[in-house]
Nanobody, 121 residues
Framework: QVQLVESGGGLVQAGGSLRLSCAAS????????MDWYRQAPEKQREMVAQ???????NYADSVKGRFFISRDNAKNTVYLQMNSLKPEDTGVYYC???????????????WGQGTQVTVSS
């Protein structure tokens, strides 16, 4: 019974910043990856930033140097700090996590409901 809840989206002018949060709750034994995706209007969903349990960080080329992903394992929360926002960053941002609900159990993919980010020009 895992739930991911995103927050922090909104309307911001180009060049501004937003910080997104995603908190996982419920029956959680382990979390491996916690990632951010986005889907712009008329476009496919794309990976924006991802973390691994080992501390790895990966970013889409379009956001490198502007977006920063971080993770608080004690709170089962992942953050996305978005700086120097551009209109092309507009879209619905989704949190995704690979979570095991039992010890030594398999990892399954869970998605949040999404939060809207709109960057005005």
């Amino acid at each position: 019974q895992v739930q991911l809840v995103e927050s922090g989206g909104g309307l911001v002018q180009a060049g501004g910043s937003l910080r997104l949060s995603c908190a996982a709750s419920g029956r959680i034994s382990r979390i491996n990856a916690m990632d951010w995706y986005r889907q712009a209007p008329e476009k496919q969903r794309e990976m924006v930033a991802q973390t691994t349990s080992g501390g790895g960080r990966n970013y889409a080329d379009s956001v490198k140097g502007r977006f920063f992903i971080s993770r608080d394992n004690a709170k089962n929360t992942v953050y996305l700090q978005m700086n120097s926002l551009k209109p092309e960053d507009t879209g619905v941002y989704y949190c995704n996590a690979m979570i095991a609900t039992t010890a030594w159990g398999p990892l399954s993919s869970y998605w949040g409901q999404g939060t809207q980010v709109t960057v005005s020009s």
